[in-house]
């Protein structure tokens, strides 16, 4: 299974990215290293959206606060750059397949990310990574 992360991303160029206490969400949790992921740098944070994929070098889960009922689990990862995106990805372009229903790729990435504005980790399927390597 490969996964997507959106989150704010310091160093766009950068060779290793380091995420700590992310959010998951659609199996993200299941993440592991050797894992194939494509990283977005988050709009909401002043990136552009799809920047590169890599594979995950440390992948840890984060313990959950005693005393909080409902948590949404948390994980550390580490991540090798193995391509830069050549083409734009992001809310303006996935924008446009809102369909939720029409099985279509671009539509599983506009619903898991930008359906709910919060930076997050989520597994994909095959045919959306197959997608997004189309762009590298």
Known sequence: M???IKAAVDDPQAATFVF???KTMYGGKRIAEGDIIYLFASENEGGQGLIARGVVTLA?????????????????ISVRRTGSARRPLGRRELKPFANWGDGRPATELNFKFYRQATNKIGGIS???AAFLDGFF
């Open 20 to 22: 700590v206490a992310q």
């Open 126 to 128: 095959d045919e959306a």
């Open 2 to 4: 490969a996964f997507v």
């Open 60 to 76: 840890e889960e984060v313990a959950k606060e005693p005393g909080i009922a409902r948590q949404t689990p948390r994980v550390n």
